[in-house]
């Protein structure tokens, strides 16, 4: 069974940063496509990042382009979500999971599987 388990998240103001990680137990489903979703009270879960299986490509919604960054970090085996310039707005539940169907970078939810229980990321005014 694969396991997914995401950490990082916590309460920070305005214009903080925070680096969320994202753990795979699988070897071989760590070095697949990874993507990071977030959930926002009252809403669907929305596409935020995801990354290429080498770490070559990287995808990102538009509302956070240039504020945030995925990457891969191969010494511990994880894919991190480096989130800057935080607004209010970011707050939301944010889960990775691992693309097994659809295109590299696809936004689509339907397109990954073994979802995590997420972490909480909490933006005050």
């Known amino acids: 069974q694969v396991q997914m388990v995401e950490s990082g998240g916590g309460l920070v103001q305005d214009g903080g940063s925070l680096r969320l990680s994202c753990a795979v137990s699988?070897?071989?489903?760590?070095?697949?496509?990874t993507g990071w979703f977030r959930q926002a009270p009252g809403k669907g879960r929305e596409f935020v990042a995801a990354i290429n299986w080498i770490g070559s490509s990287r995808y990102y919604a538009d509302s956070v382009k240039g504020r945030f960054t995925i990457f891969r970090d191969s010494a511990k085996n994880t894919v991190d979500l480096q989130m800057n310039s935080l607004r209010p707005e970011d707050t939301a539940i944010y889960y990775c999971a691992v693309r097994t169907s659809g295109r590299e970078g696809s936004e689509y939810e339907n397109d990954y599987a073994y979802w995590g229980q997420g972490t909480q990321v909490t933006v005050s005014s």
């Open positions: 699988d070897r071989t489903f760590a070095a697949g496509d």
